[in-house]
Antibody, heavy 117, light 111 residues
Framework: QVQLVESGGGLVKPGGSLRLSCAASGFTFSNYYMTWIRQSPGQGMEWVSSISNGADKYLYADSVRGRFTTSWDNAKNSLYLQMNSLRAEDTAVYYC??????????WGQGTTVTISS | QSALTQPASVSGSPGQSITISCTGSSSDIGYSKYVSWYQQHPGRAPKVIIFEVSNRPSGVSNRFSAFKSGNTASLTISGLQAEDEADYFCSSSTTTSTQVTFGGGTKLTVL
């Protein structure tokens, strides 16, 4: 079954860190652009980061550059988002998605990140 | 605040047609051939229903159609059905460092 499953969300204090995981099944994710997108409470979707197939390009939104790092593990067919120096405005549901020419053709169910003291 | 502007809500009765607009700028929708639309039911993962302005993925009903004119993209759902009740949001590639920008989403209510 072709699917993406995110995990790793939780409640973290401002300034803390969290690592999200996205496990792919039914396809080899290294053949695709993979993207992290977030949706803040009551807000629209926001693109966070993309990694190219072959991992030669790492792209980040201005709002997270320098704090978030995307990586992957081919052996585990998994994508990761390391989030450091977390802020209240990072509170959101985080989705990973398989991207094809700027279209998110497959989404995970999302994992919730809450930043609060 | 989202870069692309959508109405917060629309509604229609079963069998009717509705149109959802998505307004951007010359840096995104006006420039791009990569405009997409997504459907999201509560608690579910989003699903792409339109890609590259007007193309439907395999398995998506032909009741969904879309086009763009200038800086505005539009999604039309014809023959409304109860199952169409969901949130719909648009996206577009951009000329900026932002890879993809999204609309704020529109809640469709089938009366």
């Amino acid at each position: 079954q072709v699917q993406l499953v995110e995990s790793g969300g939780g409640l973290v204090k401002p300034g803390g860190s969290l690592r999200l995981s996205c496990a792919a099944s039914g396809f080899t994710f290294s053949n695709y652009y993979m993207t992290w997108i977030r949706q803040s409470p009551g807000q629209g979707m926001e693109w966070v980061s993309s990694i190219s197939n072959g991992a030669d390009k790492y792209l980040y939104a201005d709002s997270v550059r320098g704090r978030f790092t995307t990586s992957w593990d081919n052996a585990k067919n998994s994508l990761y988002l390391q989030m450091n120096s977390l802020r209240a405005e990072d509170t959101a549901v985080y989705y990973c998605a398989r991207e094809s020419w700027y279209t998110m053709e497959l989404w995970g169910q999302g994992t919730t990140v809450t930043i609060s003291s | 605040q989202s870069a692309l502007t959508q109405p917060a809500s629309v509604s229609g009765s079963p069998g009717q047609s509705i149109t959802i607009s998505c307004t951007g700028s010359s840096s995104d929708i006006g420039y791009s051939k990569y405009v997409s639309w997504y459907q999201q039911h509560p608690g579910r993962a989003p699903k792409v229903i339109i890609f590259e302005v007007s193309n439907r993925p395999s398995g998506v009903s032909n009741r969904f159609s879309a086009f763009k004119s200038g800086n505005t993209a539009s999604l039309t759902i014809s023959g409304l059905q109860a199952e169409d009740e969901a949130d719909y949001f648009c996206s577009s590639s951009t000329t900026t460092s932002t890879q993809v920008t999204f609309g704020g989403g529109t809640k469709l209510t089938v009366l």
